[in-house]
């Protein structure tokens, strides 16, 4: 009993200065920071082979955590300092650590590669970002793994 209240305790621990989204102050981005972020190949923390992880970090410090395979779920953020490390402040209130080692992002248990643009799910959550800017959640965008395929007519 008294390993898990201080497994808790420990694991609150990282989280007891923010204790609402407000609070937390958007910083803006470090240049090595800014950009596109996306997994590469399968990973562990994901929950297939074919699910892709991305992180979009802007300028001014805004984020959105889009993980997409048979449907798409993407959650803004803010990025902030907390006890001297970059983390992510999701709209839900999850606090994630950013480090950056060798090229690679390491967010979340992901490794994550730089990329030139986001993907085409991710792009269309940012737009519904702008146009909702309170929900915690992006879920109505379908994968296009997911679009029917149309296969043409045999004469």
Do not use: H
């Not at 959105?64 to 970059?86: F, H």
């Not at 970002?129 to 395929?149: F, G, H, L, S």
């Amino acid at each position: 009993m008294k390993k898990w209240m201080v497994l808790a305790a420990l694991g609150l621990s990282g989280c007891a200065q923010i204790s609402n989204y407000d609070e937390a102050v958007k910083t803006p981005a470090p240049v090595e920071l800014q950009g596109n972020w996306q997994t590469v190949g399968p990973q562990s923390k994901l929950i297939s082979g074919q699910a892709m992880g991305s992180l979009i970090i802007g300028a001014e410090g805004d984020t959105l955590d889009c993980r997409q395979w048979q449907r798409v779920i993407a959650k803004p953020g803010k990025l902030t300092r907390l006890s001297d490390e970059w983390v992510n402040v999701t709209r839900q209130m999850r606090v994630m650590p950013i480090t950056l080692e060798n090229g690679e992002l390491r967010y979340d248990g992901l490794r994550m590669r730089k990329v030139d643009q986001p993907t085409v799910e991710c792009q269309q959550a940012l737009e519904q970002v702008a146009k909702r800017p309170k929900d915690a959640v992006i879920q109505n965008i379908q994968p296009q793994i997911m679009e029917p395929v149309s296969v043409p007519a045999q004469k």
